[in-house]
């Protein structure tokens, strides 16, 4: 494993170069997410100063925000992954650390692998900052990444619920908000019209502190050093979902009455407010006569509720591309798949908990849980461009039975039965393990042209 751990760069770098033999690797747009794993210890890794260079190397695994709201120690990984769901590259940090800081020195790398090829950055509002925005507006790349409308400016806002300018999706023409809360949903003939969207698209360019300075002439003739300040040019598009608003505003009406639930019970000293619990529907007013104790009552806060009910359904991408807000909003949909690389990883390839406590092996263990994702990832493209397709829970456990018993040294019996999955393997890779006896020198045959 340190062996392993040693060639970190040049490993993963080689994974690609050899997994474009396997199969054709998309890479004009890169998707990238972070996540993080857990260790069941009870304190984080100490920093440490460097003998030699007085540096100050942090320690591995650091409490941070856990995605699993596990109260434990983390390693933070982040993963580029292609349009196919592929993994193209990742990387490893503690888990105190900010996200947003993993993603251009990733990008170099992946830079460095395409050989310069030009290529889209796709991300989540959290991993959409100004300055990796500004990092994709180089070098020939663009970025997709969502936008919080509740962090728009005012003047934006105020596009993105001016009721004018918005248009199908499927047909670009115009069609107001208004109209799409009112219509029958029911209707047979509104069927497409319910799963349709609205879009606008507003300008949004944004003025970024670039951190140099620079001589400016003023009308007086003198010169004065002001901060350099560059332009990301960007444009916001704005939808709209009947579909989308009505799921928002059913699971909210579920915790608002889980609220009012709680109303009838509160507890003042667990009464804590977070963005995503039902208690944010909850306010509390204080109230005291001239020397008495504070009282404190508990109402269900129906100004909350208005203003968040606001934005239902509305969403945002920003782009500094020109393509179509139709295209641009495909390629954003395709963001679930690197949750599900995660999923897979944790869940089926048993990524966490992690029991290694040596740094190096710490890092080779997410390399081999890497590699395994990344050879599903393969087997599964290979398999759908067969037109087979099947869970991934299907395909690892009959990759898992698939075995063979020694029979007295004179053949090799098979233990599994053939299944769908089984032929589809078979039929892709032309293994023809769907035989019940082997001789010794036909599976010899078979392993060595696995091999290659």
């Not at 040693?6 to 199969?23: E, G, M, R």
């Not at 208004?178 to 047979?188: E, G």
């Not at 203003?307 to 679930?336: F, H, P, Q, V």
């Not at 869970?391 to 007295?408: G, H």
């Amino acid at each position: 494993m340190d062996l392993l751990e040693a060639h970190y760069d040049d490993y993963l770098a080689y994974l690609f170069d050899k997994s474009k033999t396997i199969v054709k690797r998309d890479t004009s747009v890169c998707y990238y997410d972070c996540s993080n794993y857990y260790f069941e210890i009870e304190s984080p890794d100490d920093d440490y100063v460097d003998e030699i260079t007085g540096e100050i190397i942090k320690g591995f695994r650091k409490y941070g925000i856990s995605k699993q709201h596990q109260p434990a120690p983390l390693v933070q990984m982040g993963l580029f992954m292609d349009s196919d769901g592929i993994p193209l590259s990742m990387c490893l940090t503690p888990g105190a650390d900010n996200e947003q800081t993993t993603v251009i020195p990733l990008e170099k790398k992946l830079t460095e692998m395409f050989k310069g090829k030009k290529f889209i950055y796709c991300a989540d509002a959290g991993l959409g900052a100004l300055s990796i925005r500004n990092f994709n507006s180089m070098g020939g790349r663009a970025f997709i990444v969502t936008q919080s409308i509740k962090k728009l400016s005012g003047t934006l806002k105020e596009a993105v619920f001016n009721d004018t300018d918005y248009r199908l999706l499927s047909t670009d023409n115009e069609v107001s908000v208004a109209a799409m809360k009112r219509f029958d949903k029911n209707d047979p003939a509104n069927r497409n019209l319910y799963d349709d969207k609205l879009y606008k698209i507003v300008t949004a360019d944004k003025a970024i502190d670039l951190g140099l300075y620079e001589e400016k002439t003023l009308k007086s003739g003198k010169t004065k050093t002001v901060k350099s300040k560059a332009v990301v040019k960007q444009k916001i598009i704005i939808t709209f979902s009947r579909k989308m608003m009505e799921y928002q505003r059913f699971i909210r009406n579920r915790q608002i009455e889980r609220a009012k639930a709680l109303l009838k019970n509160i507890d003042p000293d667990l009464y804590k407010k977070g963005p995503n619990d039902v208690t944010r529907f909850i306010k509390r007013t204080s109230s005291s006569k001239m020397g008495d104790k504070v009282i404190d009552r508990y109402a269900l806060d129906q100004d909350a509720i208005e203003a968040e009910e606001k934005y239902d359904g509305y969403y945002a991408i920003a782009t500094n591309l020109d393509d179509s807000a139709k295209d641009i909003i495909e390629i954003s949909s395709k963001r679930y798949k690197i949750e599900d690389c995660f999923r897979v990883m944790k869940t089926n390839f048993s990524a966490r908990p992690v029991f290694h406590q040596n740094k190096e092996r710490i890092i080779a263990h997410f390399m081999i849980c890497y590699t395994a994702l990344l050879i599903y990832r393969l087997l599964e493209k290979k398999l759908d461009l067969n037109q087979t397709h099947f869970s991934v829970e299907n395909i690892v456990e009959t990759l898992k039975n698939m075995e063979i018993a020694n029979i007295e040294d004179m053949c090799y019996m098979s233990t599994y039965t053939c299944s769908q999955v089984c032929t589809a393997l078979n039929t892709v890779f032309d293994l023809e393990l769907n035989k019940k006896y082997y001789q010794p020198k036909e599976l010899n045959k078979k392993i060595k042209k696995i091999l290659g």
